[in-house]
């Protein structure tokens, strides 16, 4: 199998960590000063001492130098400490992309604390939840979110405290005017933070992405295709709880000494508007938004200077082959493609040019990693064949769902793990993707579990079962749809559509519900009389 010769960026399986720090010899002191920096989680600390009056973050609610931001990440340790929280505990934040989502984001990577960002557009139940389930005894929260942050404080009995931004919530404390007054010189003793995410599953409620070791993260290495130079900017197109965007367009930049601009949301003109304003280099999108800036007039296209731009890549989703023929055709040969997941492994990422020679491919790994396609009975399948797509773990670092065991063991097959994607290799080691075996719905780039909709659904007194699914959307990807079997003493009817639509609209956050419902007399099931959701969805899917 020939594979081409790129070297993969770790830093895309959420990794990009310089595992090996005892074999970074220091040349000079301020090598040595940053091997330091990397190993204790400070480098945006290294880079405040170097160019302290630089831009680190833009934002439309505000704006931080490089000092600025480590000195407020600095003061918000000390508050954490001040009320008991340290090293090996865990602070959440719910928070529109802001200058103080990026302070916490800092403040825990040189603390020994665990970060985890959450999705803005979940219920007050759901971000609950997950500021219960990852056990933070810190909760930060954006008072724009509206009424649903108000119900968190119930469901989470550790989170002792509650810290406002962006106006007051009731029972929370200001953030800035607990932090203001405290000081912001360095830690003296910093300690290597981690962050947890969590993911979507077929089933229940998402999961907590979990290592036990922490990992180290360095500024993007200069033979990297994304290496940036003295004066890049990086544009955050999306939300910052994302794991791509947080580690490519936040993370990565920052430790590497970059500014970032920051998008509320995303907007095809305002975002080549903003290329231009701030000459931007590098940025993160999804095919959704290659689509919605290919869909500009062309006037409005021409308008802008994009030259500036050095490195964007995408993934996420699968991008269709005209989409990104055309996107490459109007920025050059900038766009890179990869694939990979927040639970790591993977190694997969492309070039344009590379790509241009075998359109629709997500890329072919480097030799370190070891990537396989098994049949069902775990078999790797011939080259051209279709079957499962499994990835090696790392050795170190390997994830496991935070306190889900049963679902940790499901994901592994020995040292190998799977999304549930399928694809195969063609005979020069490329992978093309081809479909999920795992019933997640991936709309915009983002995660959806059919499960859930389908237990708000069944609550409704006029369905007696529904089966959630993904179907196909030329924006999106895809859009959720509810295919319903009915009561016996109902019929289907526009206005009971619209009233389960609305049902669901209640209960789940708004990109979750479905976008349309369809109506079957009987769902197909298996012996064992379980829905087959693959049954429903492939007539969606035949052409």
Known sequence: MLCCNHSFLQLYNLAF????????????????????AIETGSVVSYHAKRQGNTQAVVTEYGSRTFSE???????????????????????????????????????????????????YHLKGEEIGYIV????????????????????????????????????????????HEEISELDGQDLPNPELGARMLYTSG?????????????????????????????????????????????????????????GIVMMDRFDAEETLRLIDEYKITHTHMVATM????????????????????????????????????????????????????????????????????????VGCPGPEFDNKILDDDGNVVPVGEIGTIYMRAPDTGRFEYYKDQEKT???????YFTLGDMGYFDEDGYLFLTGRTAELIISGGVNIYPQEVDSELLKHPSVLDVCTIG??????????????????????NPDLTEELITWARERLANFKCPRSIDYVDELPRSAAGKIQR???RTPYWED
């Not at 030259?307 to 490459?328: E, L, R, W």
């Not at 063991?409 to 040292?415: A, L, N, P, T, V």
Request: with cysteine.
């Open 202 to 258: 077929t089933t229940g409620r998402p999961k907590g992405v979990f290592r036990k070791e922490r990992s180290a993260e360095a500024p993007v290495p200069a033979e990297s295709p994304s290496t940036y130079a003295p004066g890049d900017c990086d544009l955050c197109t999306g939300p910052g709880y994302h794991a791509a965007p947080l580690l490519i367009d936040i993370i990565q930049p920052l430790w590497s000494g970059a």
């Open 409 to 415: 063991s499901g994901s592994y097959r020995g040292d």
């Open 471 to 492: 179907v196909p959307n030329d924006e999106w990807g895809e859009e959720v749809k509810s295919v319903i079997q009915l009561q016996p003493d109902v019929a289907a």
């Open 290 to 361: 290659f689509h919605r800036l290919l869909n500009l007039p062309e006037e409005v296209r021409n308008r802008y200077d994009i030259s500036s731009m050095k490195f964007m890549v995408h993934g996420a989703a699968p991008c269709p082959v005209h989409v990104k023929q055309a996107m490459i055709e109007w920025f050059g040969p900038v766009i890179w493609e990869y694939y990979a997941a927040t639970e790591g492994g993977g190694g997969f990422l492309v070039g344009s040019e590379e790509w241009l020679t075998k359109p629709g491919t």
């Open 17 to 36: 960590v310089s595992s090996n720090l005892g074999n970074l010899v220091a040349q000079s002191e301020q090598e040595s000063e940053l091997a330091r």
């Open 132 to 175: 219960d389930n990852c056990e933070a005894k810190a909760f930060i929260a954006d008072a724009s979110l509206g009424e649903a942050i108000i119900e968190v404080p119930s469901h989470t009995p550790e989170a002792h405290l509650l810290l406002a931004v962006g106006g007051p919530i009731d029972g929370f404390l200001n953030y």
């Open 534 to 536: 693959r049954v429903v």
């Open 69 to 119: 931001l480590n000195a407020n990440a600095n003061r918000l340790v000390r508050r954490l400490n001040a009320a008991g929280i340290g090293s090996g505990d865990a602070v959440a934040v719910v928070s529109k992309n802001r200058p103080e989502f990026v302070e916490a984001l800092v403040a825990a990577s040189c603390s020994g604390i665990r970060f985890t960002p959450i999705n």
